[in-house]
């Protein structure tokens, strides 16, 4: 809708609501909407979605997570190409502290973001009002009382998008947070982690495995394809950060390395949580990893995030239907940073179970990892580590 030159035309429609940023969560957010009919604008700065077998971040889809899917029609999907994850033990030295099976309806599923991501894009083809603009980088926002101007450039051109509301779903570089002049805030310590992909030959196909080793902790998921996921923390990143310097540090803690040959590039992250404040402003809000980041340690950000796009969009289609309080999003603000900060404590929970530690205090963490495992806490403790507390 813009002209040559990038200005906005005079017939230019009024979006309902653009969305910046085509992620696991801006996709998401737009099928939600679309299927209502509402009419969507994704802008994403990717000319294209990540290739099949580009390195993945996500792969642990939970149970409310996977209930969003369905809403928007693609859970069957996920469920069919998924690896179901039944069962979490829990060692230390080769013994066991635990071992916990999940209830079926409690059950956790591996697939890798990307995948989830490529069947949204599908499930988007099909919605007439959504479209998705792919190079396009957004770069600043007008607002002009009822409605608000998303200013970008594609292929060096500028581009102007009108809608009604606009949603930052830009990641945890997110610049629509930075644009309302929201503050990221930090929450507890960080954390080093290194990460590969491999041929699973564990023997453990439905099982998560968590090595609470002295000198950290080695984590261990199936996913699909006879895949296994393996992280393991460290002080600091390797200097060298290849598949045999991860099969090392896991054979070194473990005593069972992994093919180096059938390995998939490995990656090195630092796990830190942010939460953002506020999470909307006027007609803007926020969404997924640029509202907040939650520590990838127990698999969570994703699905928060998923969780908070079915939450906004229920407070747009309010907003739209009302025709746009500038308050419209306060009731979504107070229950995503409730949720967040939930998330957030349970991943500083498996971060420190994980931590490096020696001596009496490794005594009494295996001692209470032993407890945690026993029947009164155990169903407790499934529902965390599955999110059922959403
Ligand atoms: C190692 C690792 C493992 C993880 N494992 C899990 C897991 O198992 N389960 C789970 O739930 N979560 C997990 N997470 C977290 C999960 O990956 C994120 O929470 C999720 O990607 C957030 O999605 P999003 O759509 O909010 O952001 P993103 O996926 O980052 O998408 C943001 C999009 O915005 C685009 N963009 C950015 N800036 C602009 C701009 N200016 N203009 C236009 N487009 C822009 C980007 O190109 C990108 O496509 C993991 C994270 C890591 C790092």
Redesign the pocket.
């Known amino acids: 809708m813009t002209d040559p030159a990038g200005a906005v035309r005079p017939d230019a429609p009024i979006h309902d609501v653009a969305i910046?940023?085509?992620?696991?969560?801006?996709l998401l957010l737009a099928c939600l909407l679309g299927a209502r009919g509402r009419d969507v604008v994704v802008?994403?700065?990717?000319t294209e979605p990540p290739p099949p077998g580009a390195p993945s971040?996500?792969?642990?889809v939970h149970p409310p997570g996977l209930k969003v899917l369905d809403h928007v029609g693609i859970g069957d999907a996920v469920r069919e190409r998924a690896v179901v994850i039944r069962e979490g033990r829990v060692t230390c030295e080769g013994r066991t502290l635990g071992a916990m099976r999940f209830p079926r309806s409690g059950l956790v599923r591996s697939l890798p973001?990307r995948e989830v991501e490529a069947l949204l894009e599908e499930r988007l083809e099909e919605l007439p009002d959504v479209r998705v603009r792919r190079g396009?980088?957004?770069t600043g926002l007008r607002d002009r009382g009822t409605h608000v101007v998303v200013v970008?450039t594609q292929a060096g051109a500028e581009v102007d998008v009108p809608a009604r509301y606009v949603v930052g779903?830009?990641?945890?570089r997110s610049?629509i947070r930075s644009l309302i002049d929201a503050r990221w805030r930090p929450r507890g310590r960080g954390a080093t982690y290194v990460?590969c992909d491999t041929r699973d030959d564990t023997g453990a196909r439905e099982t998560a495995l968590l090595h609470f080793e002295p000198t950290g902790v080695v984590e261990s998921f199936p996913m699909p394809g006879g895949l296994r996921r393996y992280v393991a923390r460290v002080r600091r990143r390797p200097s060298v950060l290849d598949a045999p310097t991860v099969a090392a540090i896991v054979e070194a803690r473990t005593g069972q390395g992994f093919d180096t040959d059938a390995a998939g590039e490995p990656t090195a992250?630092d796990a830190r949580q942010h939460l953002a404040q506020p999470i909307a402003a006027g007609r803007v809000a926020l969404v997924?990893?640029?509202a907040h980041e939650v520590s990838?340690i127990g698999?969570?950000?994703?699905?928060l995030?998923w969780i908070g796009a079915q939450h906004l969009s229920h407070e747009l289609e309010a907003a739209l239907a009302a025709g746009a309080p500038l308050d419209a999003f306060a009731a979504y603000e107070r229950a995503r940073r409730g949720a967040a900060i939930r998330a957030m404590r349970q991943a500083a929970f498996n971060m420190r179970m994980g931590a490096p530690v020696s001596g009496l205090r490794l005594r009494a963490r295996n001692a209470s990892v032993r407890m945690l495992g026993l029947a009164p806490t155990r169903a407790l403790l499934a529902r965390a580590f599955t999110m059922r507390w959403l």
């Open positions: 910046v940023g085509g992620g696991a969560v801006g802008l994403e700065r990717r971040r996500a792969i642990g973001q396009v980088e957004v970008g779903a830009d990641g945890v610049g990460m992250f997924g990893d640029a990838p698999g969570q950000g994703m699905n995030g």
